[in-house]
């Protein structure tokens, strides 16, 4: 009991640490303003996660003060309240077994598309490599219950996008672990970025169904180093 209590324990301050660290990289890569945006991670074989606390300026964030929630919300482990988010983040870890981190940004160009209730279309390779299709749109929700969590989870479930714009507010992304949810919001940024850009230019041109599937299914296994 004691030798497990004392694993769990180390466990969670290494995620602790990673899922500060990787807040850090939502800065770098120009994602948030202010204290907007979160990521969070689930603590493997679990119902718990760690996620960043709510309105903590991101200079400060260190893993002392990420809070530990079970997966409904309830604070476990931590002297601050949790993201307001928290709800959104549970609500898709009791949901799809799969995810072990989520991210939630208000990156300019995502949150552009957010406004419009526009999926991006897949009209790039990037896209094709990371999404593998359009980027969708989930509904309108009001934050604080299960609705935004709900909404995104039931938009994922179509798709093979690890991204989902909610209208009206912005990017919820989910990954096998929370580095892959926060590469997705990166790219997720980006590629909204381009689309828009294209647009400014002319109709961009789309990619056929069968070489989205091709160009996905090699980045997704077989890209990168063996
Ligand atoms: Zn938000």
Known sequence: MTTRSS?????????????????ADLVRSGLVVWTAGNVSARLPGTDLMVIKPSGVDYDHLGP?????CDLDGNVVEGGL??????AAHAY????????GG????????????????????CVLTAMADEFGGAIPVAPFALIGSDAIGRAVVDTLCGSTS????????????????????????V????????????????????????????LHDRYQHHYGQP
């Open 7 to 23: 694993d769990l324990t180390a466990a969670l301050g290494h995620l602790r640490a990673e899922v500060a660290h990787l807040h």
């Open 64 to 68: 002392e003060n990420m809070v530990v």
């Open 81 to 86: 309240a949790p993201s307001s988010d928290t």
């Open 92 to 99: 898709i870890y009791r949901h799809l077994p799969h995810v």
């Open 102 to 121: 989520v991210t939630h940004t208000h990156s300019t160009y995502a949150v552009a598309w957010a406004a419009r209730g526009e999926a991006v279309p």
């Open 162 to 185: 690890p991204a989902v714009l909610v209208q009206n507010h912005g990017p919820f992304t989910i990954g096998r672990t929370a580095r892959d949810a926060v590469k997705a919001a």
């Open 187 to 214: 790219m997720c940024e980006d590629v909204c970025r381009s689309v828009h850009i294209a647009r400014q230019l002319g109709e961009p041109l789309p990619i056929a169904p069968d070489d989205i599937a091709s």
